[in-house]
């Protein structure tokens, strides 16, 4: 459910053109401050992880990483795998923040399901 609200306001915020995706423009968008917050997907590369969370550390642009594919990320967004997209309207960015928090939350409640079932 969450799912589909998350990739519903990523795919929004695309056609409306305050989605930026893929490694070099996000950091690029990061180091200019421009984006509000980036979102990296659970399988992204770890070279990728850390170069991005470095480039919003320096910036203090927020980052979220959530529990989706690159995959569907893409699919989202009418891309192909992206591992990593920034979000530069600081409304919307808001929005997708919250929505992230809250799929975060819900993800870690059904694996912990999983666990003690």
């Known amino acids: 459910m969450m799912e589909n609200k998350l990739f519903g306001h990523l795919g929004i915020a695309r056609r409306a ?11 690029n968008e990061a180091a200019s401050r421009k984006a509000s917050i980036v979102v990296l997907s659970s399988d992204a590369s ?12 320096k910036s203090r642009t927020k980052v979220v990483i959530v529990p989706v594919t690159k995959l569907d990320m893409g699919h ?15 409304a919307f960015a ?6 992230c928090r809250k799929f975060i939350t819900e993800d870690e409640k059904t ?7």
């Open 111 to 117: 694996k912990t399901e999983e666990i003690t079932d």
């Open 94 to 99: 808001a929005k997708v923040e919250e929505i």
């Open 46 to 57: 770890p070279r990728t992880v850390r170069n991005v969370l470095f480039e919003c550390e």
């Open 17 to 27: 053109g305050m989605l930026v995706f893929g490694y070099d423009s996000v950091v």
């Open 76 to 90: 989202a967004i009418g891309r192909g795998e992206t591992g990593v997209v920034a979000i530069t309207n600081k």
